[in-house]
């Protein structure tokens, strides 16, 4: 189960590893389409120190096109119950559709990561039927039109009118609040003054009493604000996971586990 973890320290931060099994992710898309090699790879990311493997099978990059959920369980299952046949780890589906999520909930996994924030009716319902840990991340739009002139009046006060939203549907629901963990959706419908000002607000979301996850990992706004490739962000996804974790993030959601995991023991024994 996801664990609320409130202290600031290194050691009590928890690293949720990404392995995307797709062919257009804007980071690693085409790298662990093959079963073996998505294994591997999450594998790889639990020997590093990965407390989760958030396994998807839909891009959420801007612009992605839908994919079909045949497609997307094509995608997944084998991986998730690969995976699940090698460790007893936190496997979460990324995913927004609720068959898809009953699917690897039924292959092997054990949380679910909705980048819709518990829009869908049956999501809940399936979530407070399963009692699994739920990842409700904000999202202004859809990944097709997210990044088209994002506003907000006041993004963090904006974000958490939605979340007090999306928790009075969760509890109307019967999902308990032991089962939710926060996203404010760095990248997601936002400009790069937009995610910003999250990270550096982003205490004000303790007001819910409630395990926060960021993921700033390889983001665009890092490239626009230092011309990096996505493949050289890595520093700049390290300063950003700083000051959320100095802020108040308990989970970090990330391409590079091991780097994460060296600066987190590092800011441990400096505290």
Known sequence: MLKQHVSKRGNSIKLMGIVNVTPDSFSDGGKFMHTQTAVKQALQLLAEGAACIDIGGESSRPGAANVSETEELRRVLPVIKALRRQTKTLISIDTYKPNVAAAALQAGANCVND????????????????????????????????QKRPYYKDVVRDICDFFTERLALARS?????????????????????????IIRRLGEFKKFRLPILVGASRKSFIGKLTSADVTQRLPGTLAAHNSAVQNGATWLRVHDVAAHKQYLMISHELT
């Open 173 to 197: 629901a019967d999902i308990a609040r032991k089962q939710i963990i926060l996203d404010p959706g760095i990248g997601f419908g936002k400009s790069v003054k937009h995610n910003l000002e």
């Open 115 to 146: 980048i819709t924030g518990l829009a869908d009716q049956a999501m809940r319902q399936l979530i407070a039927k399963t009692g699994c840990p739920v990842v409700l991340m904000h999202m202004q739009g859809t990944p097709r039109t997210m």
